[in-house]
Nanobody, 115 residues
Framework: QVQLLESGGGLVQPGGSLRLSCAAS????????MGWFRQAPGKSRELVAA???????NYADSVKGRFTISRDNAKNTVDLQMNSLKPEDTAVYYC?????????WGQGTQVTVSS
């Protein structure tokens, strides 16, 4: 019904940048809230950033000023620009799409920040 394809993860050094992208299919993208969670081993899942169908955004305190979430309704994509990356940002990042009461998840993409 809904498929989310994530890309852009990888290994970067502290202070580096990555841009994650999530492409949605099988849904009415414009009417959906979307965002990113992350989960590191031994830690709870954390909401990193979200953008509503109305365009409002919110961020975890730990990433404010460093990460920017954006959406392109014409392309059915949501991106997460990650700058000034820290080792604490290392996690599997999961894209989600909220359509009404249903939430769909991507498979996750690994982000590793290490020197």
């Amino acid at each position: 019904q809904v498929q989310l394809l994530e890309s852009g993860g990888g290994l970067v050094q502290p202070g580096g940048s990555l841009r994650l992208s999530c492409a949605a299919s099988g849904s009415i993208f414009r009417l959906s809230d979307m965002g990113w969670f992350r989960q590191a081993p031994g830690k709870s899942r954390e909401l990193v950033a979200a953008v509503t169908s109305g365009g409002s955004t919110n961020y975890a305190d730990s990433v404010k000023g460093r990460f920017t979430i954006s959406r392109d309704n014409a392309k059915n994509t949501v991106d997460l620009q990650m700058n000034s990356l820290k080792p604490e940002d290392t996690a599997v990042y999961y894209c989600y799409l909220q359509a009404g009461v249903s939430r769909s998840w991507g498979q996750g993409t690994q982000v590793t920040v290490s020197s």
